[in-house]
């Protein structure tokens, strides 16, 4: 299931920024649900979540990637 929905072949723009649930930031992707555990790099432009390509990825655990910023990688988890 994850190589069909997810990696670096499958990139997204979130469109809207996240919105707060029980504390962290919460998006949707691919039917699913995510909160992200790390907060996002202040030094991200201001509209990172509708201009730059994103794509999950994961190793030990999920991670939201920014194509823009290779070499952050910010922890989420699946939001049920």
Avoid: C, K
């Amino acid at each position: 299931m994850f190589s069909i929905s997810f990696g670096t072949q499958h990139g997204f723009r979130l469109r809207t920024r996240p919105v707060i649930y029980m504390g962290y930031p919460r998006f949707e992707y691919g039917g699913y649900s995510f909160l992200m555990l790390d907060p996002w790099p202040e030094y991200w432009s201001e509209n990172w979540y509708d201009a730059d390509d994103l794509y999950i990825d994961y190793d030990d655990g999920y991670y939201l990637h920014d194509r823009r910023y290779p070499a952050v990688r910010l922890a989420i988890t699946v939001s049920l």
